[in-house]
């Protein structure tokens, strides 16, 4: 090393202490630098971290709760759960979504419905939360999962609870259905109930019992706090808080009168209501035709949604709720009540000619009976429908004397029903007619009111419970479908009181029994028009037949020729109670296009009675008897 | 005088590496989901590791200073070779594979450009002539860009800041410092513009990480949060919820720091900080202490990169570095970089066991 001689061997050397002072001094920097940020993240920063990393680590996770079971009157099941395999993602755990969805189509079936549904599911919960791909699983494509869940992370297999409704189209219009939650039903529901009990939920009701009762059927969720990876695997259970199963419902319905009265109603469309007049509670409820409310609960394609919506029987209406029909003559009971509030004389006559004329007008209003009934009183007008009495009433007591009076039997009000949506009718009045329709009241109008024609429109809801009101002397309970809540932890069964509903403007017992015995002649009497139901019954009962002219519920459908000749003819209504004595049910039967009510209605409302007040030995006995009958008819 | 130890080991060095060998398996034991079989890898890897370290201290500084060049030429061409590789196969190569371990030429350069700066340096007087300069830049910056290329950017950022540290020390004069400082802060945006995507994504993130909590923000959100949960006392060993349930990613390699925070608290890093210091500081104690250029200059350098590392890696963890691929050092779950550690710290040992030697 010769050049080494020139060196400043001691400059050098300083030179580089020097620099390795200032190296130490920045390095000691640099790690107070770091110390600092240490103390900055675990000492003052260290409580905001502490709660992020315990919300990374732990989530919670809603448990929904079992929905309440509805059984009718006997115990037999009209909606349960049962247990069905559903494909659920969470977004938030799955990196790529498209691939996910084409990896899981070939495990497990996927239609384009279904994708399309989680889609919109997807944008509108948030990402955390398991959204439905597929649902009913085959225990095959179950299987398939479960092999291949470890390639498709935020995937899961769930077992939840589906609803069903084992009797199907039979309770479709009492029981209703449930379905997925729409954005519209958030948007009707408090938040924060919406936050504190629908997290998690699937359904909620839709129609039907289910929806006026959804806050008993629903239940209160529980929760799970799950310590999660990562990748959002559920590692262990922290805690759980159970969920509080909904509350079961038993129904006033006993399915086997509605049975009957589907069943007796034949080709007819229509409604049958029957009322225990003791206590407004709903025996049956039915609407002709119906629906099978299962293929609603997970959404109903589009296509099959249309048929049942654009057929021209209607089967979505709820015809006993909102079918809005001309009472026809099933109105005389109650126009003889309002009559005699108003002081006719049960034994005044009023004679008929066959039609009634107003003053010296040419108009003639037409009895049915062309030749005329004669000298009639009240009680016989009723037995005998005898038009032109009741034009006269009406026209004597005038539209405000009846609107107050008829609208005291519940016509043109709310039932105030346990269902969603009733329909409340139409009771016309001068004022109404001015509001609605512009006009001035008309005294023929008043005239056809008497025989429940012109503006008058009832649902057979409304009919029942004014029937369930004359057992009553006037008195009308809210109808109720529902009869009890149980609680199904402890079993306890709380009743549900009947509610006064109204109090009718007659409150003269006399009254009600002189225009029960009146109907009662309807179908035991001479000259009633309902004698032939009467044939065999084992139980005396009392009704009032009807006919309307015009064409109700099927109004604005689909014209098709066959159905075009049968548009025309008139519905058939009928009311009674039965048994005479001490009324239990009473029963209003609306047949569409059945002709007469003596004929198209008056044998449904008997069979649904029947169902009701034999015994099965007496009810078989009949059956037997109807065979035979038809045996020898052919 | 002869102040020569056993095997030319160098032991308050020597105790602090194994003591910093026992902090790495017990925090891996931990990290790597309490699997004895990662321990038992890193374990032999370790021992690997000291042995190269005493192998490298059997080597005098005047032999090593004599090799320097040969060393520095077959780190370049081997660069030169990985990147032909790299191009044929048409993706990014780091590595030569050579049958029993795969061989990467960047990790050598990370002694061999401190090596060969410090013979350059050490050749003539110093402070260093511009001219010497010069070519000291060159013979750093040609495989800094090589390693650039391949792509790694972090290492190239290693490899030439262990040279940076070599002029540094060499003392040159400090307004050539300040200049050569402006020159790099007028290229930053030129560097910028030839960063990839998602290099300028990291820089960013680390402005604001809560931007992208999901994409390249996640990383330093979770780290941060598992350090800062960590509060002054630690979850607890194997109790880190945040490295336990997968939180933190990498979190046996890059991130480990962000589990050893969580689970051992303030008090915990603080005590890995310390032992850090130690080391450097017995390091710089070295290089002050011995008594030719070379030595001085590639002993200092070394230890001063060795911080580096330690704090670009907690730097990083901690959210104020962006993410680079730099593992902790001795600490993380690895070979490579430990082996080229320990024959670093092989290197001090050498130069520290025979300072007297040369100037008697």
């Not at chain 1, 005329?372 to 006269?392: K, L, P, Q």
């Not at chain 1, 029947?610 to 007496?618: F, G, V």
Request: aromatic share 10%.
């Amino acid at each position: 090393m010769s050049h080494e001689s020139i060196r400043d061997v001691a400059r050098e050397s300083r030179v580089f202490r020097n620099r390795l002072i200032v190296s130490s001094f920045i390095v000691a920097f640099l790690f107070l630098l770091l110390l600092a940020r240490l103390v900055y993240l675990q000492v003052l920063d260290h409580r905001h971290f502490s709660t992020l990393s315990e919300r990374n680590r732990i989530t919670v996770v809603p448990i929904p709760p079992a929905r309440g079971l509805i059984y009718d009157r006997n115990g037999v099941l009209l909606a349960q759960n049962f247990s069905v395999f559903t494909l659920e993602i969470v977004p938030d755990q799955v990196e790529d979504m498209d691939e996910l969805l084409r990896g899981l189509s070939y495990i497990v079936e996927l239609s384009d419905y279904d994708i399309k549904r989680f889609n919109k599911r997807r944008s509108q919960r948030p990402g955390f939360e398991s959204i439905l791909l597929r649902t009913h699983l085959s225990d095959e494509e179950a299987a398939r999962f479960s092999v291949n869940q470890h390639r498709f992370p935020g995937a899961e297999l769930k077992a939840r609870l589906q609803r069903h409704y084992p009797l199907g189209r039979l309770t479709a219009h009492v029981v209703g259905y449930v379905g997925r939650i729409s954005d519209r039903d958030i948007s009707n529901m408090d938040p924060q109930v919406y936050q504190s009990r629908y997290r998690g939920s699937e359904y909620i009701g839709k129609t039907g019992v289910e929806r006026s009762y959804e806050e008993i059927l629903h239940g209160v969720p529980g929760y799970e706090q799950v310590e999660t990876n990562a990748h959002g695997r559920k590692l262990r259970v922290i805690r759980t808080l159970k969920p509080t199963p909904g509350k079961n419902l038993y129904l006033n319905i006993d399915v086997r009168l509605q049975q009957k009265g589907e069943e007796a109603l034949g080709e007819f469309n229509g409604a049958v209501v029957a009322i225990d007049p003791a206590t407004g509670g709903v025996l049956a409820l039915v609407s002709k035709p119906s629906y099978d409310p299962n293929p609603f609960i997970n959404g109903i394609g589009f296509k099959p949604y249309a048929a049942l919506r654009d057929s021209p029987d209607r089967p979505l209406v709820n015809r006993a709720l909102n079918g809005r029909y001309p009472p026809g003559s099933t109105i005389k009971p109650f126009m003889a009540l309002a009559g005699l509030d108003e002081g006719v004389n049960r034994y005044a006559t009023t004679y008929c000619p066959g039609y009634f004329r107003l003053g010296n007008a040419r108009h003639k209003y037409r009895c049915w009976k062309k030749s005329g009934h004669g000298a009639m009183n009240v009680s016989r007008a009723v037995t005998e429908s005898c038009d032109v009495y009741f034009y006269t009433l009406a026209h004597k007591l005038g539209i405000d004397t009846l609107h107050r009076e008829m609208t005291s039997f519940g016509f043109g009000q709310k039932t105030e029903i346990d269902l969603p949506s009733e329909s409340s009718g139409l009771y016309p009045s001068r004022e109404w007619k001015r509001k609605v329709r512009k006009q001035v009241w008309y005294p023929g109008e008043t005239v056809i009111a008497g025989i429940g024609q012109g503006f008058i429109l009832v649902t057979p809801l409304q009919l029942a419970n004014a029937t369930a009101a004359i057992v009553h002397n006037g008195l009308q309970y809210k109808p109720r479908v529902v009869f009890a809540i149980q609680d199904p932890i402890t079993g306890e069964v709380e009743k549900l009181k009947p509610e006064v509903l109204r109090k009718a403007e007659n409150t003269r017992a006399k009254d009600y029994e002189f225009v029960r015995n009146a109907m009662h002649n309807v179908v035991h009497g001479r000259g009633g028009t309902a004698r032939r139901i009467a044939v065999g019954a084992k139980y005396e009962m009392a009704g009032k037949t009807g006919t309307a002219q015009v064409v109700g519920v099927a109004q604005g459908a689909r014209y098709n020729e066959k159905a075009l000749a049968k548009k025309y003819w008139d519905h058939g209504l009928f009311i009674s109670f039965a048994p005479f004595a001490d009324p239990k049910i009473a029963v209003a039967v609306v047949a569409e296009h059945g002709r007469h009510g003596g004929s198209g209605a008056a044998p449904v409302a008997r069979a649904v009675m029947d169902a009701y007040l034999l015994t099965p030995e007496q009810l078989q006995a009949e059956e037997a008897a109807k065979a035979e009958k038809q045996e020898n008819a052919q | 005088m002869n102040r020569k130890t056993l095997l030319h080991l160098d032991y308050p060095l020597m105790y602090a590496l194994v003591l910093m060998s026992m902090l790495s398996l017990v925090i891996l034991y931990s990290a790597g989901g309490e699997n004895l079989s990662v321990l038992l890898r890193q374990g032999t890897r370790m021992l690997a590791a000291f042995v190269i370290m005493i192998a490298m201290a059997q080597i005098p500084p005047e032999a090593l200073a004599r090799w320097t060049p040969w060393i520095y030429g077959a780190g370049v061409i081997l660069l030169i070779v990985v990147l032909a590789i790299g191009v044929i196969g048409k993706g990014a190569q780091r590595w030569i594979n050579l049958g029993l371990f795969r061989f990467q030429p960047a990790e050598v350069m990370k002694l061999g450009v401190p090596m060969m700066a410090a013979w350059l340096f050490s050749r003539k007087p110093l402070p260093p002539s511009p001219m010497r300069l010069i070519i000291g830049a060159i013979a750093i910056g040609v495989p800094a860009a090589l390693i650039v290329l391949q792509p790694d950017l972090g290492t190239a950022i290693l490899v030439a800041a262990a040279g940076v540290f070599v002029i540094f020390l060499s003392g040159i004069q400090w307004r050539i410092l300040a200049g050569l400082g402006v020159v790099a802060a007028a290229l930053a945006p030129v560097a910028w513009h030839f960063m990839h995507d998602y290099q300028k994504r990291r820089v960013l993130t680390l402005f604001n990480p809560e931007a992208d909590p999901l994409g390249s923000g996640y990383h330093i959100i979770q780290a941060k949060i598992a350090i800062g949960s960590g509060g002054i006392y630690g979850k607890g060993w194997t109790n880190g919820s945040q490295s336990q349930l997968d939180f933190i990613p990498e979190r046996h390699t890059d991130f480990i720091f962000a589990v050893f925070g969580e689970e051992f608290g303030l008090i915990g890093a603080s005590i890995l900080l310390l032992l850090y210091s130690y080391i450097i500081g017995r390091g710089l104690y070295i290089a002050i202490s011995a008594t030719d250029s070379y030595s001085r200059l590639l002993a200092g350098s070394l230890s001063i990169t060795f911080f580096f590392y330690v704090f670009v890696n907690i730097g990083m963890v901690s959210g104020i570095l962006p993410v680079v691929g730099v593992p902790l050092p001795l600490v993380s779950y690895g070979g490579t970089s430990m082996v080229t550690l320990m024959a670093g710290f092989g290197i001090l040992m050498s130069i520290h066991s025979r300072r007297r030697l040369i100037s008697s």
